[in-house]
């Protein structure tokens, strides 16, 4: 057998024993593509709750002597103007703009 045949040989035998390199990324660092926009999703629903109740605390404070306080259902509160926001944020390709700043 020829020195070559031999070393061909060892570099089929390496390449089949070694994992792939997609294999040897973490979970993370594969699926961050998509991890990054969700995670920027979740704490923008998150502002924006927290920003609701705000206002209407301020809203309330401001004016003590309302009779009845004011009121927003919890549809509206949680899902219309949450879903609204975060798609106007979507459309304006905010989530894309900020990727490179944690890719840095």
Known sequence: MSAKAGLSANRT??????PSH?????VA??????IYPVLFILLDYIA???AEYGALGI?????PRQTLPYHIGTSYM???MPLIYII???RSRAYREMQPMLDT
């Open 13 to 18: 035998t390496n390449y089949s024993t070694t």
């Open 22 to 26: 997609r294999q040897m990324q973490p």
């Open 29 to 34: 660092k594969r699926y961050e593509r998509y």
């Open 48 to 50: 924006i709750l927290a």
């Open 59 to 63: 809203t309330d404070a401001i004016d």
């Open 78 to 80: 949680y899902g219309w």
């Open 88 to 90: 106007f944020l979507g």
